[in-house]
């Protein structure tokens, strides 16, 4: 808030009512760090054949964020890999600060469930090595819970999670960097993959 002041000869001063001001800052914006979400267009990752993506990451309020694309179209049996882009700009100076990240466009979900013997079924982990967050795809909408494990065997981290398609965990402030273990088990089969947390 700032205060006008308006000096006349002889002495006198009037003050004008208070104006609000917006204040902005030349620092340069940070480096986008956090990762790619995707809502569907008809609300089931099921049967969508389009999804908007989101950002999530740090504190932006004094930045603009722009993502692109910002809207993905369903690829069909297979989930296929975009490169999608994450900018921060300064709206005062105009610079910006991008990063790239690799996702996953989901594709329909498979008309029959995983059976125990379909050895050609895997998860899908990004970023791997991560500085934080992962995204995790799976092969189709499944029921179960994932855990983690340090390179000791010793579980760090489980939870549970019903009807998805992707998981979006967050590492960086549960464990410290290392090389870990992910399991995620279902009713028919038990993924597991590593993963590198390099904080």
């Given at each position: ?5 308006l ?45 908007t993506?989101?950002f ?11 993502i ?12 296929k ?24 466009a989901?594709a329909?979900c498979?008309?029959?469930r995983l ?15 991560t ?13 179960g ?18 009807n998805?398609?992707?998981l ?7 464990i ?24």
């Amino acid at each position: 808030m700032f205060t006008q002041m308006l000096l006349f000869t002889g002495g006198c001063s009037i003050n004008s009512p208070v104006n609000s001001y917006t204040v902005f800052s030349n620092a340069n914006p940070p480096v986008p760090n956090g990762y790619i979400v995707s809502t569907p267009d008809d609300g089931n990752i099921c049967t969508a054949t389009s999804f908007t993506l989101d950002f999530v990451g740090q504190n932006v309020s004094y930045w603009h964020v722009n993502i692109s694309p910002r809207i993905i179209f369903a690829t069909g049996v297979k989930p296929k890999q975009k490169i999608v882009q994450v900018c921060y700009s300064n709206p005062f100076t105009g610079i910006k600060t991008c990063q790239s990240y690799g996702y996953l466009a989901p594709a329909p979900c498979l008309n029959s469930r995983l059976s125990s013997n379909d050895i050609t079924a895997k998860i899908t982990i990004t970023p791997n090595p991560t500085n934080g967050y992962i995204n995790v795809i799976l092969p189709e909408t499944l029921s179960g819970n994932y855990q983690i494990y340090d390179q000791n065997s010793i579980l760090v981290e489980e939870n549970k999670f019903d009807n998805r398609y992707e998981l979006q965990i967050e590492l960086a402030n549960k464990i410290k960097s290392g090389i870990y273990i992910l399991k995620v088990i279902t009713e028919n089969i038990t993924f597991t993959e590593k993963i590198i947390l390099d904080k």
